[in-house]
């Protein structure tokens, strides 16, 4: 085949690939989507330019999205510089006064930030905010063993709907304030189920470091109902980290979210894949 041809044949099936867009962006036109950016998932720059762009993409073509990150690895890079030891009891950092004081400082100024700017380095209009803004979080403590970690208990998500009217993007990070002003860490995953089923949206996107929920093969499950998560937790064979992801995933469709999907943040256009293709990606479960 000529050069030429070759290149036509490249444009054509870029067409064509947009063109079978269609109903899914008819489908999306006005929704909204929570997207939980987990600390892994950001790696590199590359996975951060990527996601940003995803996100403004989705944006351009009328979904409302919310990005919720986490940010675990680079809040244990601080503790270690500051020579404060960290543990983790049941997927939670036990946080202290000084702890509670360095994870405000790395989500809300470090990686609240850098977010912020490659949305913004891509075109967007994203504004960086933590759950104590507006009142967005309000939290009670969780476990008087783990210290300031809390659970959220009062959602008020007006800011960000004034935000989507805007055509801004709300990039949050996930702290909440307490009742008598204290500072929560709240886990990534537990904040972006709160404020999903807080607007009730029409996604919950869990980014995460593999491809889906594994059954008892190790093979990715495509679809998932309740029980069968209640199944496969039982038998151990959804463990460790995925633990926290199923049962938010759970709660936020208790609280009105349409769909979670817990897929892997490192593919390429993980997001897009997801709800612009046939294919979609990662392991969904449903309402109902
Ligand atoms: N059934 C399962 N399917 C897939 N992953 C599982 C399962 N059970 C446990 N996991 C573990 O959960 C991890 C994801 O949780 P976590 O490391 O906390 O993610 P993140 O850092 O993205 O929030 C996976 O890397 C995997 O090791
Ligand atoms: C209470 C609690 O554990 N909070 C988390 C908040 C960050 C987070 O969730 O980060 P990832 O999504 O990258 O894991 C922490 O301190 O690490």
């Given at each position: 085949m000529k050069k030429q041809d070759a290149m036509n044949k490249d444009w054509i099936a870029t067409a064509r690939t947009l063109s079978q867009a269609l109903p899914f962006l008819q489908r999306y036109d006005g929704a909204t989507v929570v997207i939980k950016f987990g600390g892994h998932a950001m790696g590199s720059d590359e996975a951060m330019d990527s996601f940003a762009r995803d996100v403004v993409l989705m944006q351009q073509v009328g979904v409302n999205p919310v990005v919720v990150h986490g940010g675990g690895p680079m809040i244990n890079e601080m503790l270690s510089k500051l020579d404060i030891q960290s543990e983790f009891v049941g997927g939670k950092r036990v946080t202290d006064a000084a702890t509670v004081e360095v994870v405000e400082m790395v989500l809300s100024g470090r990686v609240n930030k850098r977010i912020v700017q490659a949305i913004n380095a891509q075109g967007g209009r994203a504004v960086g905010l933590s759950g104590k803004d507006a009142n967005l979080m309000i939290c009670e403590q969780t476990d008087a063993k783990l210290g300031f970690v809390g659970t959220p208990v009062?959602?008020?998500p007006a800011v960000l709907k004034t935000l989507f009217e805007a055509d801004m993007i709300p990039v949050i990070a996930p702290l909440g304030m307490g009742r008598t002003g204290e500072t929560y860490n709240v886990n990534g995953d537990t904040a972006a189920g709160a404020i999903a089923g807080a607007l009730k949206a029409d996604r919950l996107l869990l980014l995460t470091d593999v491809a889906g929920v594994k059954d008892a093969s190790g093979e990715v499950v495509t679809e998932l109902t309740a029980a069968h998560v209640h199944e496969l937790t039982e038998l151990g064979i959804i463990a460790g980290g995925m633990i926290p992801k199923t049962e938010t995933a759970l709660a936020a469709l208790q609280a009105g979210v349409r769909a979670a999907v817990i897929l892997?943040?490192?593919?390429?256009?993980a997001c897009l894949l997801e709800l612009f293709t046939?294919?979609?990606?990662g392991t969904i479960i449903r309402q109902g």
């Open positions: 009062e959602m008020n892997d943040g490192r593919a390429p256009n046939e294919h979609g990606a």
